[in-house]
């Protein structure tokens, strides 16, 4: 494996860059943009072989692309619950779509995508309290939509249209070192992408070096909607809660940002 400088990465990167278009490597290959340009640069996976310098990544991404870029998967404390599939789920679940068909009839469903910008259609939301350092998940039955007042009324048998208590919640200090060490100083580079006669190709035209990770741009991010927290899970399993980056928004989570 080739071993870079910092400088000497940044020489290659914009060399490719230079190149135009580039036929895909892995045709049919779903992760085809990354793994062009780790060939290209003589790397594997994408950890950068840079010495002396703090951990770095590679991350690319499609320009045209509208899909969420998942950064992590955290439940929320306390742990010891296991909040989602002990309380969420059957407190305030709902009937699985696929219930009596593909899965038992009393499979139950809890996926929602919130975030800090405004309560979703089921009167959830996340709440950032500063004083206590907790991102926390919030429950307000008056901001349920009508479609949902079946749902609401059974709640109310299940478990009371109050607040969640207690609420589930993410420390900050615990989203600071699961972020971190997700998130760590990168090159983001990001392409367009074309097909001809059948065969994919790639432009590498935007790259950018990022660094230093930061848990205030974090909490900004969840609070603009540009972070959102997915809930995924049924009675037979839950898929895991995940944190869910926009498109573009990657190098507003960093106190550097360098465009190449």
Known sequence: MKVFSKEQLIDELKKIKAKGWIKNARQGNVGGIGNTIEELLGIKENNLPIPNAAEWEL??????????????????SPRALKFVSQILL????????????????????????????????????????????KVLVSFDANSVLEKHSFWLSSVKDRIGL????????WGFDDLFHKAGTKLVNCFYVQADVKKEKGFEYYHYNRIQMLQKFSIDKFLEALKTNYILVDFDARTGHN????FRLRQNFLPTLYEKSMEI
């Open 162 to 169: 109050a607040e969640i208590n207690p609420q589930p919640y």
């Open 90 to 133: 059957p407190k305030y679940g709902w009937a699985h779509k696929e219930a009596g068909k593909k899965y038992p009839a009393g499979e139950m469903s809890f996926r929602q995508t919130i975030s800090g910008a405004g309560r979703s259609d089921r009167g959830f939301t996340i709440i950032i309290n500063k004083d206590e350092r």
């Open 239 to 242: 898929h895991g809660t995940k």
């Open 59 to 76: 991350k690319t991404q499609r320009t045209d692309t509208s899909s969420l870029t998942t950064l992590f998967h955290m439940e929320p």
